[in-house]
Structures are given as structure tokens and as C-alpha cells.
């Protein structure tokens, strides 16, 4: 590995948390892992609409206000996709709202909009699984991202509106409201409140609002999940509940102020992420650090999984995660070896050996991989940063803050918008990004409480048919990449997916030669099914086996990381005996 391998951090979109990016080369000859984060390219946002758009639509009727939800972008990779799902639904991207329209109209008319804004917010994965017939919701995150829009679209309307326009806009507005304040309503069931000392992390909210810090939010302890923050008063979508000064943001240009980026800006093998690592090592150990609060209530270990034991990866061994884990244990040892000890040697006023030691190296790698993220500086520049305050909030799939990363260049602070209301004393989450267990296990040390649709099984399916009698030739569907995720996800149980992707039943279809189509008798359609749901239990059957039975643990006496493990094996589980379980029962529907 080159050195400048050691920390090549992902650009994400601003607004996204930086989680964990992995080093190329890190999972190997194995399988990628699909998130959508992706290791599927990211869907492009719909162009939002400008004040003279806007106006216009205003101005077209006096007595019809015209709704003009942004159409897919140019350079949105799935605009084709999503254009002919709009079209095949007869969605249209222009609502004309009467303005005499009755509160139950306007909301007919207002669930039109959300089919329509749900389309044009998919990502990869939500097109891969989304049925024919399938309207949605797609995720907690599409909903958001949607209803959101809308929001913001009504709001800028009712700027301009006359007053006969603000009455049945401002009922589509509430409509939204009360949608979004449905989405994660257990937030409280899924984590208890602990009663445990915090004058730690006070005394860091009290270091921020000297520096300039305002929030609406404060620190409390979970069971299981360790610090976060929740909400000291009621916070409505859109309200700012955490304001952090540029000022306070370690970013580059911090480091380029330091002693240590003169000694190693000439060096080419070694890039920004990786100085900011090493500039992070020294600053934690610098007692005059302006950040010494921010380093001191940073906990001593991060627990990722990145610092299993050995009980921990033996629990693992057989899945893609161990694998994964080892690569990157591998990787970091050997980057260290070749960045430190050389330093120390070449700037030893610097790099003091005590320092900068292995422990010390690991210890700020997680810290980076777990609470950097991208934002847009002032500058108009992208970097990776970490934000102090900030790094206490949970993430969740279902999360308060959804949008975040970028300076705000009249206030020049990061603003921390809501993306659904928060309720006072409510624990106030924000999204990491779109992430598998195993790397929210790798970055982070945990396994979200709440279904993920973003834990997939990649699959590497032989597209060849009959390749023994030298009749092979290649089967081809519009996606390269198939998957599968837990069938519980799904809307659809019975035929013709039985709870499946279709586009991995059209591939399997096609590679064994029984497709479906108008002119098939229904017995042989039947027999076609049957043929690719058995294909499907030959293929996962395997992988269950593998898997072995659940652990006889007391998984409350077992360490952090052994319990975490097993939790992840359990998932994994749960997911192949799902796609199984739908399979087996959709061959006792053929029966029937």
C-alpha cells in the first residue's frame, strides 16, 4: 500500500456524516458490501426551484395555485429510472391546486405530490427493491428528504400567495406536519435514559457556548448506547437545534496554522486526512490546546470494530465481516509502520515516540472514522472536519437531523436543521448516512435498534446458461449488481415476487430460461416460479448453514465487542432464513 492510502476519505455530498470511509484495497477479493453509501453511486437531489420559478407559477391562474415540484436532474445518474416510473404511475412533476379545493382535496392531491417527490428522492437501493406497484414509503430517509421538499416549496409559495391562495396552502402545510411528526414515533421505546454523572460533557457544552456555540439540545446517557443528546424544548421542523462557529470546525486550515504541516507539506506521500490524524494524536497530548476540553471528554476507547478481540472475531469468523475486519486491522498496522516510526526519526521534536505509538495511532483513527464529517467551509471548499459538540448525537435510521454541511456564510457557523420535530426531552438523532450494519460495526461499534434497509446480501450470480455443451451466452438485465435484504421490508408476499427484489427474480427468469410473459399458460408460469425459488433455497440454504445456530452466549456477561458480534451474526441470520422462509412459503402457495 502507498502511504497516501492511510486515510483517502470519502467525498461525500455536504450534508452527509463521514462514516468510516474504508481505504482502497481494504475489503479485498471480497464481495463489496452495498450501502447507500454506497458503494452505489448516491442519487442526485431534485434542482430545487428558484423565486422567479416560483413566482410564475403563482402568476399563472388567479384562481388555481400551480404546485412545481423540481424534475429529475440532469445529472442524476438514475434520471432515466425515475422518469419512467413517473410516467408509468401518470405522476406529473406540476399539481394545479384549486384554490377552492375542500381540506380533503387538497390532501388527495397532496398524497399525489408525495408519490411524486418519494420518486424523485430514490437512491440505487430503493429502485432495486421498489415493486412495480410499489408507492412507498421507500425508507425513513426518502420520506423525510420528500416531505421536506414539499415543505419547502409551500413555504416559499406562501410568500408571495394572496389570501385567498394562503388558506389551502397552509392546510397542505399542517397535512405535512403531521406526517412528518408520524415518522419514527418509538424513537422513546428504543432507548432508556440512564441516571449517570455528565459534568464531563457539561463542561464541554459550557467550553462551546463560550466559544460561540448555541443549542437547543443537551447531554444525557442511554442504555446501550452511551452518550447523546436530547432536545431541552420543543424543536420544529426546520428550527436550528445546534449552531456551531466556523471557528470552532478542525478542518485543514486549522492544520495549516501548525507546526507540523510545515514539516510535511512537502512530503507527496501524505495527504491532508492523513496530516489532520497525526495533527490530532499531538493536539490531544498538548495541554495549551485551544481544544483541550473537546480531546478530554473524548472517550479512551472508541470500541469500533476496528478493536475486536480475538473472542470477537472468532465469533465472526465465516461472514464478510470478519474478513473485512481483518483487512483493515492489516492495512492500519501496516501503515503505521511505515508512517511513525519514521517520523519520529526524521522529526523528533515533533513526532515524540511516546506519542505517537500504536495505541495512540488506532485511537485516532477511530476517532476520525467515527466523528469526522464533510462540510463546505466559507471558503467554498469541501473537507473532512471534526465538529466538537456535534459528534455527541446518536444516529438513527430514522433521524432528526437529515441535512447538514455547510457553512452558513452570513452567521459563518454550521447549522444543525430539523428535518422532523423533536420533542422536549427527546433524544435528538442525526443521520450518519446511508450505512450497512457492518460498517456502522467497523466506524462506529454498533448495530442500529431499528430495521436498516441498508443491511443487504450482495450476490454474485454465474450469468452463463448451459456452459458444459458449449452453448453459453450471457444473460443481461439493466443492473450488473443483484442483492437481497430481510423480506420483512416488504409490501409484496405473494406472487409474482413473493416478497423478493424483482429485479433478482427477473435475472434469475431469464438466466434459467423461463421469463414470464403474456403468451405462458399459468401451469407453466407456476413451474417457472418454482424453478427459481428452488434455485434460491439451493442458494441460501448453504449460507444459513454456515451461519450455524445461535450462540449458547449470556450475551449480558459477554464483553462490548463479543456481544456485538453476535448481534451482527444474528442479523445476518435473520435475513437468509427470511429470503428461505419466502421462499419456501411461495412454493406451498404453487402447491395450493
Not at 441516571?195 to 457539561?202: I, P, R, S
Not at 500504536?358 to 469541501?382: H, I, Q, R, T
Not at 409490501?491 to 421469463?515: E, V
Amino acid at each position: 500500500m502507498e502511504l497516501r492510502t492511510l486515510l483517502p476519505l470519502k467525498l461525500l455530498p455536504a450534508g452527509r456524516r463521514l462514516a468510516g470511509p474504508q481505504p482502497p484495497g481494504l475489503s479485498g477479493g471480497s464481495r463489496p458490501e452495498i450501502a447507500a453509501d454506497c458503494r452505489c453511486s448516491s442519487a442526485q437531489k431534485p434542482r430545487p426551484l428558484s423565486r422567479r420559478e416560483v413566482a410564475a407559477t403563482m402568476a399563472a391562474a388567479s384562481d388555481v395555485v400551480t404546485i412545481r415540484l423540481p424534475s429529475p436532474s440532469e445529472d442524476d445518474p438514475l434520471r432515466h429510472d425515475k422518469k419512467r416510473i413517473l410516467e408509468s404511475r401518470k405522476l406529473s412533476c406540476l399539481f394545479p391546486l384549486p384554490l377552492s379545493s375542500s381540506a380533503a382535496d387538497a390532501c388527495k392531491l397532496l398524497d399525489q405530490m408525495i408519490h411524486a417527490a418519494r420518486v424523485a428522492h430514490m437512491d440505487e437501493l430503493e429502485l432495486y427493491f421498489a415493486g412495480d406497484d410499489d408507492y412507498g414509503q421507500f425508507s425513513t430517509r426518502n420520506e423525510l428528504e420528500s416531505l421536506n421538499l414539499l415543505v419547502k416549496i409551500i413555504n416559499t409559495l406562501l410568500v408571495t400567495a394572496n389570501d385567498g391562495a394562503k388558506g389551502v396552502l397552509q392546510v397542505l402545510e399542517d397535512e405535512i406536519v403531521v406526517r412528518l411528526r408520524s415518522v419514527g414515533l418509538t424513537d422513546n421505546d428504543q432507548m432508556v435514559l440512564q441516571t449517570q454523572n455528565h459534568d464531563t460533557e457539561d463542561s464541554l457544552l459550557k467550553w462551546g457556548e463560550h466559544h460561540g456555540v448555541k443549542s437547543k439540545l443537551q447531554i444525557a446517557f442511554f442504555e446501550g448506547a452511551g452518550r447523546g443528546m436530547v432536545a431541552s424544548e420543543n424543536i420544529g421542523v426546520g428550527d436550528i437545534a445546534l449552531e456551531i462557529p466556523e471557528s470552532l470546525i478542525i478542518s485543514e486550515e486549522l492544520l495549516c496554522q501548525s507546526d507540523m504541516f510545515l514539516a510535511l507539506k512537502d512530503l507527496n506521500s501524505i495527504t491532508t486526512e492523513t496530516m489532520l490524524l497525526l495533527w490530532s494524536m499531538r493536539e490531544r497530548h498538548t495541554p495549551s490546546s485551544k481544544f483541550k476540553m473537546f480531546f478530554e471528554t473524548l472517550p479512551s476507547n472508541f470500541n469500533t470494530g476496528l478493536s475486536f478481540g480475538i473472542d470477537a472475531l472468532a465469533a465472526l469468523e465465516g461472514t464478510l465481516l470478519f474478513d473485512e475486519l481483518m483487512q483493515a486491522r492489516q492495512h492500519l498496522h501496516q501503515q503505521y509502520d511505515v508512517l511513525c516510526p519514521v517520523l519520529c526519526t526524521k522529526f523528533p521534536e515533533i513526532f515524540k515516540q511516546g506519542i505517537f505509538t500504536w495505541d495512540n495511532f488506532l485511537w485516532a483513527c477511530e476517532l476520525w472514522y467515527s466523528n469526522s464529517m464533510m462540510v463546505v467551509l466559507s471558503s467554498g471548499k469541501l473537507t473532512t472536519c471534526l465538529i466538537p459538540v456535534a459528534g455527541l448525537m446518536n444516529h438513527s435510521v430514522t433521524p432528526h437531523i437529515l441535512n447538514y454541511g455547510r457553512v452558513d456564510q452570513a452567521t459563518k457557523s454550521l447549522n444543525f436543521p430539523l428535518s422532523r420535530p423533536c420533542e422536549a426531552g427527546s433524544q435528538c438523532f442525526l443521520s450518519y448516512g446511508k450505512h450497512s450494519g457492518s460498517h456502522l460495526i467497523t466506524f462506529y461499534g454498533f448495530l442500529p435498534r431499528e430495521d436498516n434497509p441498508y443491511d443487504v446480501i450482495p450476490l454474485d450470480l454465474d450469468t452463463s446458461i448451459d456452459e458444459e455443451d458449449g452453448t453459453a451466452q450471457s444473460v443481461s438485465t439493466s443492473l450488473t449488481t443483484h442483492m437481497v435484504r430481510g423480506t420483512w421490508l416488504s409490501r409484496s408476499k405473494g406472487p409474482p415476487t413473493y416478497g423478493l427484489p424483482q429485479p433478482l427474480l427477473s435475472h434469475l427468469r431469464a438466466a434459467l430460461n423461463c421469463d414470464h410473459n403474456e403468451s405462458i399458460p399459468e401451469a407453466d408460469i407456476k413451474e417457472n416460479d418454482r424453478m427459481v425459488l428452488e434455485t434460491l433455497i439451493f442458494i441460501f440454504t448453504p449460507m444459513l448453514e454456515g451461519l450455524g445456530e445461535p450462540d449458547d452466549y449470556n450475551r449480558e456477561s459477554a464483553s462490548w465487542d463479543v456481544a456485538l458480534a453476535l448481534s451482527y451474526k444474528d442479523l445476518k441470520r435473520r435475513i437468509i432464513s427470511s429470503i428461505v422462509a419466502s421462499c419456501t412459503s411461495g412454493l406451498a402457495m404453487l402447491d395450493s
